[in-house]
């Protein structure tokens, strides 16, 4: 019988942690992929064992391999005798919650789709390679929206009581959001008294704007006052403007729906991972496998931190023209972009060698690569060249520029080579409009000529693949950043 492989986390509670670790130092981990009562095998070794820690009584361990259908039983072992205590009961481990969110399964096939991701010697990636970046994703994401995706419980978050703030604001604003269920709201006087802890028929809850209400029946008035507000609180607190720690709640925080007691209505835009943030976990997450299949730079680093598409075409630099471009051919012939591709062929284009004279060589073949930006790059022969951003131009010297940063009256390598007329950039326009891209690959050359007289960059097979899906994600995720983080915070952005 064969089960899905996936990473799955096993809770440890070591209950008497000051007996334990007087005989023991390391917890070893023993798994059965038969059945409760099947073959237990250690699969932590000498260095990955689980190390006792005074004082701690909760830890767990990563099955980087696992699965639910998994069994685990852990025992205390003593690194210097070496004696071993008693198996645990078995125990099913808990599947990632991020790979709850995206599996490693849907990231290869919706956002890495059609690459090669191997090592030299030919051999897949390991699953948890991919597990580590959807974690990273979802970490990284979390912090950009400031909202909680998975599911977080709190146990007992505390609130100061301000009399004025409480009149006049009529809720208690949660630190974590969206909220799935709030399963008690309690009041505490000084000294630790509890003095109330509300019905849950009394809490209301905003889940994306995680305000919480209390708002009691009729009943329940001989015991509270209403403050200016219309909002109720016990009499015991009228005569004071200030408590420390008053409001203590607990709730659960991220997307889904309530498990068991608690307030929380039902919501379809939070009872489950909305797709337009289970789509950019999957994008965040492929930076770092595409990176490393394209040996490129940038990666998961970039997710972590601010995404910029500048910075990324700085580091990918991908050749990027629009189709309607003229490559130039043998014997002056011309085809566009779109016609090269078209073809699913190879043919023969003119590029220039190492000593920059005009030579011919083949192509593989052009293929469409990213939308972007289109830059308008105007020419002193009156020809245009319409290109993304960081296409790079050779100029007359051999240094390579991007279209962006090209000045004016700067001399461009002519596609006949050195022995071409000049060529000098006129006005240099970037756009606003977005437009499909294309890209050719030339094997064992740098460049190929254009229609338009002039040399450009080629990129190889391997960075204008994976820089081309880098760039393309990095963009959408841009866009979709700050509508998600107003949207899934509670604020609402109306036209006017």
Request: overall charge negative.
């Amino acid at each position: 019988m064969s089960h899905l492989v996936v990473p799955i986390t096993i809770t440890i509670a070591v209950t008497d942690i000051d007996t334990v670790i007087a005989t023991y130092d390391q917890i070893q981990v023993h798994r059965s992929t038969d059945g409760e009562s099947g073959t237990y095998a250690e699969i932590t070794t000498e260095k990955t064992r689980v190390v006792l820690v005074a004082g701690q009584t909760a830890y767990t361990y990563d099955d980087d391999e696992g699965s639910d259908e998994y069994w685990y039983k852990f025992r205390y072992y003593d690194s210097d005798t070496p004696a071993s205590g008693s198996f645990s009961t078995p125990q099913r481990g808990a599947p990632d919650p991020a790979l709850e969110i995206i599996s490693i399964a849907e990231l290869k096939e919706f956002y890495l789709f059609g690459l090669d991701l191997t090592n030299d010697a030919g051999e897949p990636y390991p699953d948890s390679l991919y597990a580590h970046y959807i974690r990273s994703a979802l970490g990284s994401l979390e912090k950009n929206l400031d909202i909680k995706i998975s599911r977080v419980q709190y146990t007992e978050e505390r609130h100061d009581y301000f009399r004025q703030d409480y009149v006049k604001h009529m809720f208690v604003k949660l630190f974590h959001q969206p909220v799935i269920s709030v399963e008690s709201v309690k009041i505490f006087m000084p000294g630790e008294a509890e003095i109330i802890d509300f019905e849950n028929d009394w809490i209301h809850i905003q889940r994306a704007a995680a305000h919480v209400e209390i708002v009691p029946g009729l009943a329940a008035a001989s015991s509270t006052w209403i403050g200016l507000s219309g909002v109720w609180l016990p009499l015991a607190m009228r005569r004071y403007d200030f408590l420390p720690d008053a409001f203590r709640i607990a709730y659960t925080a991220g997307f889904g729906v309530k498990r068991g007691t608690g307030v929380s209505p039902s919501d379809p835009d939070f009872d489950k991972v909305p797709d337009d943030i289970k789509d950019l976990v999957g994008k965040i997450a492929s930076f770092g496998p595409l990176n490393i299949a394209g040996d490129l730079l940038g990666g998961a680093g970039i997710a972590s931190q601010s995404i910029s598409v500048d910075g990324l075409a700085q580091s990918f630099n991908t050749t990027c023209l629009v189709p309607e471009t003229e490559i130039l051919l043998v014997n002056e012939n011309t085809k566009t972009m779109a016609e090269l591709a078209a073809m699913g062929e190879p043919f023969s284009i003119r590029t220039v060698d190492q000593n920059y004279a005009a030579i011919t060589a083949r192509a593989a073949r052009a293929f469409p690569t990213i939308k972007t930006r289109v830059c308008r790059v105007l020419l002193s022969n009156g020809r245009l060249v319409e290109c993304s951003d960081d296409e790079l131009f050779m100029l007359r010297d051999g240094r390579w520029v991007e279209a962006a940063k090209l000045e004016p009256s700067a001399e461009l390598m002519p596609a006949e080579g050195l022995a071409g007329d000049n060529v000098r950039v006129m006005e240099v326009h970037r756009t606003s409009e977005i437009r499909q891209m294309f890209d050719i690959e030339v094997p064992n050359y740098a460049c190929f000529a254009l229609g338009a007289g002039i040399v450009v960059h080629n990129s190889s097979s391997t960075s204008a693949g994976y820089g081309a899906r880098l760039k393309q994600y990095a963009l959408e995720i841009k866009l979709a950043l700050p509508v998600l983080r107003n949207y899934y915070r509670g604020i609402k952005i109306v036209a006017v």
